[in-house]
């Protein structure tokens, strides 16, 4: 164990953790909401420090971040347990999963942000990211290995669900360059249905922070659940908010739900639903929208907005076709917010 960052001490040996928006108070001998961040007499310690459970090379269209170095590897990594608790959790053996420290020795590889940085580099990735569970409750190790990146010449990224705070987001934000960023929903019914949570704005809140104060790159993600998220009303007042906080030319994917955990009794997204998302995005300034996990559907492809040709076709994670450079059109010039 490796003693946190960002705490303060309260009375009687309680300590308040500070690096996500639960902000856990937690009595000594206790576990923060989290699972991986401890109390021991009085001061606050991070479990896995250095010790990953997942970790791949990945292209880094699969975060998803399609503006961001596309067609590039990244280096992935993710350790155990989450900070929600979503109900349809598409990576649940981690992000519920909670061992013992005989159990953590048996599945976790030791991944010390000295040996993160090499690994990437070794594998010819270009960065590295924080993925399949929330980056923000390992936030030290974050801290550390990005840090390192970012002096070998690597980008950084984390996948997350927004709940980082202001104060972590200062002492990351120099080191970090990318988020692909969850906003689940847009009502307090719609985020209630998919996890316990605090007062979603706050998510919000972190991500104009993140842009505005640190200029980290970013990518809005939606999972778009029957019944559950899918309102066109809320959708169209989710793509309003990305374009009038984060600019029209911010991407925005829609992504198609499948049955997990509690919500294994809900059908796969319909691809019409995802189109109709796309649509409404689009019919409310969006430039860039895109219908994800659907492989081969003409809205995994970025087009230009002003001369309207197809300047990056994928399939899937793979780009088989690209017209574009230093983050421009090849045919008109326009500016498309890519970073390459």
Known sequence: MKEATLYKKLKNNSVQCLACHNKCIIPEGKWGICGIRKNI??????????????VN??????????????????????????NFRCRGCQNYE????????ETIAMVSEKVPPEKAVELAKSYGARGIAWTYNEPTIWFEYTLKTAKLAKKAGLYTVYVTNGSITEQALD????????????????????????????????ILD????????????????????????????????????????LGKKTPWHVTRFFPYLEFSHLPPTPISTLEKAHNIGISEGLEFVYAGNILGHPYEDTYCPHCKR??????????????THNGKCDFCGEDLNIIE
């Not at 007499?41 to 997942?54: D, E, M, N, S, T």
């Not at 002492?171 to 719609?190: C, E, R, T």
């Not at 300047?311 to 690209?322: L, M, P, S, W, Y």
């Open 94 to 101: 981690l992000s519920r999963f909670h061992p013992d420290e």
């Open 41 to 54: 007499k009085g001061k606050l310690y991070l479990a896995p420090f250095g010790k990953a459970i997942a």
């Open 171 to 202: 002492l990351i934000g120099p080191y970090l360059d990318a988020f692909s960023v969850d906003i689940k929903a847009f009502s307090n019914k719609s985020y209630e249905k998919i996890t316990p949570i605090f007062d979603w704005h706050k």
């Open 206 to 245: 972190s991500i104009v922070y993140a842009k505005n104060k640190w200029n980290i790159h970013i990518e809005v993600v939606t999972n778009i659940v029957p019944t559950i998220n899918d309102d066109p009303v809320e959708l169209r007042n989710l793509a309003r908010w990305i374009r009038n906080n």
């Open 57 to 82: 090379i990945d292209p880094i269209e699969k975060k998803p971040l399609f503006h961001f170095y596309p067609g590039t590897s990244v280096l992935s990594l993710g350790t155990w347990s989450c």
């Open 310 to 323: 197809r300047v990056i076709k994928r399939r899937g994670f793979e780009i088989v076709e690209k017209h």
